[in-house]
């Protein structure tokens, strides 16, 4: 324990701020099931009983190397032209959609539910997305947030063509989706920063056409169904979604189109269609990392001396071997106090320094959290 203190003022402080960025690599081999048996069975895919999601992990989830990496579901709002009381889990799909628009969204000015935009421009009557999936990124990916401008989504959109008389087909057309404004973000989300995402490089119109939303803190993307329908608008799109969305099994029929994915499936059924329509994700994630740079001041005519009680004997100090030698001490530790004395912080030295009156050093002790 110190016996004398040195107070550290405003003028020997500094507060910063880092960005630490992480590349995230997600291949479609490891979302759409690398670890499907035999049977069908994916082990890295957990649905729950309620059916209103599943959790995708990067290995077998009942493995304890497995990491939990982001969580889909799919949902519609219940002014779509989707929404019957007659489709398969109706209501978990409205309440799905719903309670991703009161937390991304909000509310407007009569406590409605706004709905989810598809120029963000949340408060007009603008064209909106009213049938969509939802990937939710874990924490573990995107740590403080996903870093602006590295987000990339390739899904399937074409349609599925038979591999030379095969069992297995395979979907066509691979549309990029991208934060390419993400130098423009929106801040009108409860929720954070938010951008649009692209089916190429900015916005626009024709093949160039906001397909969905990226928030960056909540690390949630909001895709629009109709990015597997076609036509020149995205009533067109809801109308005429009859891009089969799975390309397995009896995948030509008609309840596996968009339309027909989303009312006459089941959550999990919609949700196996777009992870095997998924080609791969990338984005860079960011931490933020706060600090604290104190600057401890060592003067010529300080800490000459140790509180080591081995530092003298018979009241003299070993460490001189005569008696008009100059003090000598050995500086190992740097300790940071409250004002009450109370020890919070330590720091450790990578080799001891030799301090006597004739020299100074400042030493920089660096705190994150």
């Known amino acids: 324990m110190a016996s004398s203190f040195k107070e550290i003022g405003p003028q020997d402080s500094v507060s910063t701020k880092t960005m630490l960025h992480e590349a995230i690599p997600l291949t479609g081999t490891i979302i759409s099931g690398t670890y499907t048996d035999f049977a069908g069975t994916e082990h890295n895919v957990k649905t729950f009983s309620h059916g209103m999601f599943q959790s995708i992990y990067d290995y077998p989830y009942l493995s304890s190397s497995a990491n939990h990496v982001l969580d889909l579901t799919v949902g519609y709002s219940s002014v779509s032209k989707l929404s019957s009381s007659t489709n398969v889990q109706n209501d978990k799909k409205i309440n799905i959609y719903n309670q991703m628009a009161q937390m991304l969204v909000g509310f407007d000015v009569t406590g409605g ?59 066509t057309g691979a549309m990029t989706i991208r934060d390419a404004d993400a130098g423009t973000y929106l801040v009108n989300s409860p929720v954070g920063e938010y951008t649009l995402l692209h089916t190429s490089s900015g916005g626009g119109t024709g093949s160039n056409v906001a397909v969905g939303l990226l928030y960056y803190q ?22 005429n979604g009859i891009i089969p969305l799975k390309f397995f099994g009896d995948q030509l029929s008609s309840s596996n189109s968009v339309s027909g994915s989303l009312t006459g499936s089941t959550i999990n059924n919609a949700c196996d269609g ?18 604290t740079i104190y600057f401890c001041r060592l003067t010529h005519n300080e800490f000459n001396y140790s509180a080591n009680p081995t530092y003298l004997s018979a009241s003299q100090i070993r460490v001189k071997n005569q008696a008009a030698d100059l003090p000598v001490s050995y500086i190992t530790t740097v300790g940071l106090y409250s004002t009450d004395n109370e020890l919070l912080a330590v720091g450790k030295l990578s080799e001891p320094l030799k301090k006597s009156p004739n020299n100074e050093f400042t030493l920089r002790v660096r705190l994150d959290y």
């Open 113 to 171: 539910v706004r709905r989810f935009d598809r120029d963000g421009n949340i408060a007009d009557g603008g064209e909106k997305m009213t049938d969509c999936f939802f990937v939710n990124f874990t924490r573990l990916l995107t740590k403080d947030e996903i870093k602006k401008g590295t987000f990339q989504m390739t899904v399937y959109t074409g349609s599925v063509v038979d591999s030379g008389g095969t069992t297995t087909p395979y979907p």
């Open 218 to 239: 909540a690390g949630i993307a909001v895709i629009t169904s109709s990015v597997f329908g076609y036509g020149s608008t995205q009533t067109d799109q809801q109308a």
């Open 274 to 291: 777009f992870r095997n329509r998924l080609k791969n994700v990338q984005f860079n994630n960011t931490t933020e990392l706060n600090s």
